[in-house]
């Protein structure tokens, strides 16, 4: 009987912490969403400067006349 009982506590606490963890993984999941996202954003952004700025340079040497 106190094993049954014992085991009882167990599952019941074992159900709780569950519970936290996924109203955990809840708010942290959109976090880490959103950092990656973030990230992403920048990313691309560099590159597209990236671009411009050889563009830009390929232009100038054109304009100089030192484009072959």
Avoid: F
């Avoid at 506590?9 to 959109?30: E, F």
């Avoid at 590159?47 to 484009?67: F, P």
């Amino acid at each position: 009987m106190i094993l049954l009982v014992v085991l009882r506590d167990v599952l019941l606490l074992r159900a709780q912490i569950s519970m936290r963890l996924k109203t955990i993984q809840q708010l942290v999941l959109p976090c880490k969403l959103h950092l990656y996202v973030q990230a992403q954003c920048i990313l691309n952004m560099l590159k597209y400067l990236k671009m411009v700025l050889a563009c830009t340079v390929q232009e100038n040497q054109y304009l100089s006349g030192h484009w072959l």
